[in-house]
């Protein structure tokens, strides 16, 4: 089962169940993947800052411990607006380098409001093989980074060939995001 959290639906998680597809010796009833979306670390027009993502994540530790007391949990995440923060801090950074840096900040950032619940963790960095002629790469659609106007995603565009796009009533840079191969 995977489980997307996003704060309108964390509290809803816990009630939820899959029926096993595989053998474990767990005691534990299932195994679940939940999906914590990279926007579910920063609330939108809040600067996104390590702190903002520590107390986001302590809120929804609590559910998850309790998803974790019943089953076997995987916990996965987004990290759009995490690389696209670190790629302004280091525009000489690939985004396979930003990426990683990101994952570990994430994977960081979680596994202490989990442990604050009484939840043990392994965060892993993972790498992946892509396609490099997938037309994601010629049509970026991955929104990274932070909230722009109009006059201010022009702006950004035009002096560093970012690709911007519409993110509701604001701009955001997308990068391309070509499913995984391997």
Same mark, same amino acid.
């Given at each position: 089962?995977?489980?997307? #959290? &996003?704060?309108?639906?964390?509290?809803? @998680?816990?009630?939820?169940?899959?029926? *096993? +597809?595989?053998?474990?010796?767990?005691? $534990?009833?299932?195994?679940?993947?939940?999906?914590?979306?990279?926007?579910?670390?920063?609330?939108?027009?809040?600067?996104?800052?390590?702190?903002?993502?520590?107390?986001?994540?302590?809120?929804?530790?609590?559910?998850?411990?309790?998803?974790?007391?019943?089953?076997?949990?995987? #916990? &996965?995440?987004?990290?759009?607006?995490? @690389?696209?923060?670190?790629?302004?801090? *280091? +525009?000489?950074?690939?985004?396979?380098? $930003?990426?990683?840096?990101?994952?570990?900040?994430?994977?960081?950032?979680?596994?202490?409001?989990?442990?604050?619940?009484?939840?043990?963790?392994?965060?892993?960095?993972?790498?992946?093989?892509?396609?490099?002629?997938?037309?994601?790469?010629?049509?970026?659609?991955?929104?990274?980074?932070?909230?722009?106007?109009?006059?201010?995603?022009?702006?950004?565009?035009?002096?560093?060939?970012?690709?911007?796009?519409?993110?509701?009533?604001?701009?955001?840079?997308?990068?391309?995001?070509?499913?995984?191969?391997?």
């Amino acid at each position: 089962m995977l489980i997307s #959290l &996003t704060r309108q639906s964390i509290t809803r @998680v816990a009630s939820q169940s899959a029926k *096993r +597809s595989y053998s474990s010796t767990s005691p $534990l009833s299932d195994r679940i993947v939940v999906a914590v979306g990279g926007n579910a670390l920063q609330r939108r027009g809040e600067r996104l800052t390590i702190e903002n993502m520590l107390k986001a994540a302590a809120d929804m530790a609590p559910t998850i411990a309790k998803l974790a007391s019943e089953h076997e949990l995987v #916990l &996965t995440h987004g990290n759009g607006p995490q @690389v696209g923060e670190l790629a302004l801090e *280091r +525009s000489a950074a690939t985004f396979d380098v $930003l990426g990683a840096e990101s994952m570990g900040q994430i994977g960081y950032v979680l596994a202490q409001a989990l442990s604050s619940a009484g939840v043990t963790t392994a965060p892993i960095i993972c790498q992946v093989v892509v396609d490099p002629q997938h037309e994601a790469f010629r049509d970026p659609s991955k929104f990274v980074g932070p909230i722009y106007g109009a006059k201010e995603a022009t702006a950004l565009s035009q002096s560093l060939g970012w690709v911007m796009k519409p993110d509701g009533e604001y701009f955001r840079r997308v990068v391309p995001s070509p499913p995984p191969k391997e």
